[in-house]
């Protein structure tokens, strides 16, 4: 956001877009609209530049930028706040060297959603749909293949109740487990580690349930496409823990990854609702901007528990 543009700021400018570390998406932006693609996710940084700055820079030697970042992403902040001064600095000395005495530009930095740099706020939603992929997943994969392997899935086929029926009841218990870790990461996220929780407390929940719904669908068509408990363990804590590792954005950024890998995370449930839960709890979203992961999330649990119910067989081999 350039309020000065003066001859300073557009070789500062310039210097910004040089450099490989940014790509500068607009130029002239109000508050508001910076506001606005900070909350949408759209952007990770705007340096808004005084009407005074050139002025400053001469008279007093001493020119101040405002820096802002989304502190929703601690280390990714840190990260751009680093290259942002080490530019500014070249600037400096670039400066310096032509014109003595020295000049000094200060960035004044603050950190949206986060202003003390509380890394803990990034951590517990990636924990949270870590624990849960794992209890739901893990846990669930089992519960129909478990029955194959002791002789019981015959009473089960002869009993009034439909195939959905079977697969609800296997899922039940993990469910309501999974709520009770979810109140407890909570409480001790808000109490203890001293999350904000600045959302809708009753949208959260519902895209948690959302969440836990799409892992027990997931869970239900591993047990239902297996014929042993190792294989459905296997697939569900490789096939779903190392992408909720990696793939969900808690851990490693998914803008720093290659493109394919960016297409990737689209299909893993848990970088929905990390991406979900982060607008909601810290940003303090509403669900206009939290659409996309909703229709994610329901879209992945209809296919899930579709194949699920298709895959049930009614019939001993």
Known sequence: MDNAKDEHSEKLINKFKASTYFSISEKQISYVRIEQEFKKGNIKAAIIFPAQFSSDLTTSKKAQIQVLTDGTEPNVAKMLLQYITSITQDYQQVLNSAIPPAMVIIPEISMLYNEEGNGSINFVPGVM?????????????????????????????????????????????????????????????????????????????????????????????????????????????????????????????????????????????????????????????????????????????????????????????
Do not use: H
């Open 129 to 317: 749909a870590l624990i849960l992929m794992i209890v739901c997943t893990a846990l669930t994969s089992v519960a129909v293949v478990r029955e194959k392997e002791l002789g019981t899935m015959e009473a089960l086929l002869v009993s009034p109740f439909k195939p959905i029926m079977v697969l609800v009841a296997k899922a039940v218990p993990y469910l309501v487990l999974s709520l009770i870790n979810l109140n407890f990461i909570l409480i001790l996220a808000v109490f203890v580690m001293n999350v904000p929780m600045q959302g809708n407390i009753f949208l959260f929940f519902f895209l948690s349930m959302l969440f836990i719904s799409t892992s027990l669908s997931m869970g239900l068509l591993i047990s239902n496409a297996t014929d042993s408990q190792q294989v459905a363990l296997l697939l569900s804590m490789v096939g779903m823990l190392l992408p909720t590792l990696i793939f969900s954005g808690f851990i490693f950024p998914l803008e720093n990854m290659p493109m394919f890998f960016q297409w990737f995370a689209y299909i893993v449930p848990a970088r929905w609702y990390y991406t979900g839960v982060k607008s909601i709890m810290l940003k303090g979203l509403d669900i206009s901007y939290i659409w996309k992961e909703i229709t994610a999330l329901s879209v992945m649990t209809i296919i899930f528990l579709s194949i699920a119910i298709k895959k049930f067989k009614i019939r001993l081999s």
